[in-house]
């Protein structure tokens, strides 16, 4: 009897722990999926930005042209003596340049498009060459303008120092974007926040990203001048779930997510941070180190047995 009713608890406790552990999984899948969602409504946010500009340009060229072509067809519409071929010529070479000018920024608007509609699809895991240069300075004007969308009062500055030697590498574009979208999104809400708590009017927030080639690996690094983070933070900073952001406003699954894509990637995900004010090593008063964080992407430039087996079968 005192078996069955040991075994009868036992149950009970089984069936409350899986049921425990069932509604663990549903709060994670809800967490990633709104974690996911946060992610494409700034990029969509910066999307929308980026992709007013070349519609400006369409419309305003588009303007101007039908305005040339009705000169055009005022002075074709007088006497042949009358008529000024020069300026013909002159307002036909104006329409023509003005169409140029419309199908460039028409196939910018298309291809930032098609970059929103990558961005969004879950990956596939799809690898091609890309240009590391280009790709981290898209993703840093779309995370700054992103944020600019949703709070009108954000400003910083953004710097850029890419390695234009560095060869393009085989990855996941879209994946990677992510990413660096990211860690982005994290060094200007640092920054911010530093400004939003200093009283010193010197300080200038800003996040800069550079490139450059490491040996075997590229390094991709977004540098920003905040409060840096702690030691404590540090040894959490990768787990899923660890935010150091108020609660509301982040669910701790980006640098995890962000740690594993780069992880599938042969690569490695570091942290660089320092706190307090700027000190100077040995008493070299050259080697400062300023309060701030870096995150480096160290992405492999070896390319992967498919991409060979692509090459072999050519």
């Not at 899948?29 to 990029?43: D, F, H, P, R, Y």
């Not at 509609?117 to 596939?124: D, K």
């Not at 983070?229 to 995890?256: C, M, V």
């Not at 070299?284 to 079968?313: A, C, R, V």
Request: charged share 30%; no cysteine.
């Amino acid at each position: 009897r005192e078996n069955r009713i040991l075994e009868e608890k036992v149950s009970q406790r089984t069936a409350q722990l899986k049921k425990s552990i069932h509604d663990l999984e549903n709060t994670q899948a809800q967490l990633i999926q709104s974690e996911k969602m946060a992610s494409l409504g700034e990029l969509t946010a910066g999307i929308a930005h980026e992709i007013q500009n070349p519609l400006n340009f369409v419309n305003n060229f588009s303007e101007v042209n039908s305005e040339l072509i009705e000169e055009l067809k005022n002075e074709k519409s007088k006497e042949d003596v009358l008529r000024d071929k020069e300026l013909e010529d002159e307002l036909l070479h104006d329409i023509a340049e003005n169409e140029k000018k419309i199908r460039h920024h028409g196939q910018r608007a298309d291809a930032i498009v098609k970059g929103m509609l990558q961005h969004s699809r879950n990956s596939s895991a799809e690898k091609e060459l890309t240009d590391i240069n280009k790709l981290a300075d898209e993703y840093l004007r779309l995370s700054y303008h992103g944020l600019r969308a949703k709070d009108k009062t954000f400003n910083a500055s953004m710097k850029t120092d890419f390695d234009e030697s560095l060869p393009k590498v085989y990855v996941a574009p879209q994946d990677i974007g992510r990413v660096i979208l990211n860690l982005i999104n994290n060094a200007f809400y640092a920054v911010t926040e530093k400004k939003r708590t200093l009283k010193d009017g010197d300080y200038e927030p800003t996040v800069m990203v550079s490139t450059e080639k490491d040996g075997k690996y590229i390094n991709i690094n977004i540098i920003d001048n905040g409060n840096g983070i702690s030691a404590e933070d540090q040894a959490k900073i990768f787990q899923p779930f660890f935010t150091t952001k108020p609660s509301g406003q982040g669910t701790g699954l980006g640098l995890s997510l962000s740690y594993d894509i780069i992880k599938t990637h042969g690569g490695i995900l570091k942290l660089k941070t320092h706190q307090g004010v700027p000190v100077t090593p040995n008493g070299n008063p050259d080697e400062i180190i300023e309060e701030g964080t870096t995150f480096t992407i160290q992405l492999p430039l070896s390319l992967n047995g498919k991409m060979k087996e692509n090459k072999q079968s050519k």
